[in-house]
């Protein structure tokens, strides 16, 4: 039985809505969390994902304030970070947060991808520019 009196359905099992025709069937979720433990996780996952890139957000805000501006210098922890919540995401099956970890992982690359560039390159472009 689950918690609301009803007997439970096994995942993927077949069951009728009232207000349907009679032989329409809907299928549950694929993957829904049953224990506690297993939602936990999940909001474990998808707290990580938003505290990285609410991070990561206020670091792009360093112009502003130089208190601000310290959260710049962890940018590569993020990336480490949101890299941990992208695999537990992805093991758990939460869509929100491997999105969200995601997006996060993208903007924190493209704001390093010129300290990664090498620096004869970045000098040879800039003779070239002026």
């Known amino acids: 039985m689950s918690s609301w009196g009803k007997p439970a359905l096994a995942v993927g099992a077949r069951y ?17 969390p049953t224990n506690k433990r297993t939602r936990f996780l999940r909001l474990a996952v998808l707290v990580m994902s938003v505290a990285g890139v ?8 360093g112009d502003w304030f130089w ?13 480490a970070w949101l890299g941990l919540a992208m695999l537990g995401a992805r093991r758990l099956r939460h869509r929100a947060a491997l999105l969200v970890a995601i997006a996060g992982v993208i903007a924190n690359v493209a704001a390093l991808t ?7 390159m970045l000098v ?6 002026d």
């Open 124 to 129: 040879h472009a800039a003779l070239y520019l």
């Open 16 to 32: 009728s809505r009232p207000g349907r025709k009679a032989g329409a069937a809907h299928f549950l979720p694929v993957h829904f």
């Open 54 to 61: 609410l991070a990561m957000g206020i670091a792009f805000l």
């Open 114 to 120: 010129p300290y990664a560039l090498p620096w004869q």
């Open 67 to 79: 208190g601000v501006d310290l959260f710049s210098h962890l940018r590569p922890q993020y990336c």
